[in-house]
């Protein structure tokens, strides 16, 4: 069972920056599709920016170029760097990973999944 642990989630002004990191406990960013996702109360989960087997990315029109997503193969830890934080921001950040066909990326499902770390943008 793969697990991942994220973590750098905190409270910052907008405008501000948050590096994220998901740290996982094998080595499988060659072989998985990972992804940050994010949610806010009441409303669905959705997909910030993902990293495919093939070292492509791929971001969610909101991000408007103020996120990268980037790994460390050598610390198995996949890492989500958000720079001019919105309030808009809001919400809880979850790392994940999966075998798929790179197709499907960005979209999953995926089945392993962090426990979640909130990052909150106040104006």
């Known amino acids: 069972q793969i697990e991942l642990l994220d973590s750098g989630g905190g409270s910052v002004l907008a405008g501000g920056s948050l590096r994220l990191s998901c740290a996982a406990s094998?080595?499988?960013?060659?072989?998985?599709?990972m992804a940050w996702f994010r949610q806010t109360p009441g409303k669905e989960r959705e997909v910030v920016a993902t990293?495919?087997?093939?070292?492509?990315?791929k971001y969610a029109d909101f991000v408007k170029g103020r996120f990268t997503i980037s790994k460390d193969n050598a610390k198995r830890t996949l890492y989500l760097q958000m720079d001019n934080l919105e309030p808009d921001d809001t919400a809880v950040y979850s790392c994940?990973?999966?075998?798929?066909?790179?197709?499907?990326?960005?979209?999953?499902?995926?089945?392993?999944w962090g426990q979640g770390t909130q990052v909150t943008v106040s104006s």
């Open positions: 994940t990973a999966d075998r798929m066909i790179q197709r499907r990326c960005h979209v999953g499902p995926y089945r392993h």
């Open positions: 094998e080595a499988i960013f060659s072989a998985y599709c």
């Open positions: 990293r495919n087997t093939d070292d492509t990315t």
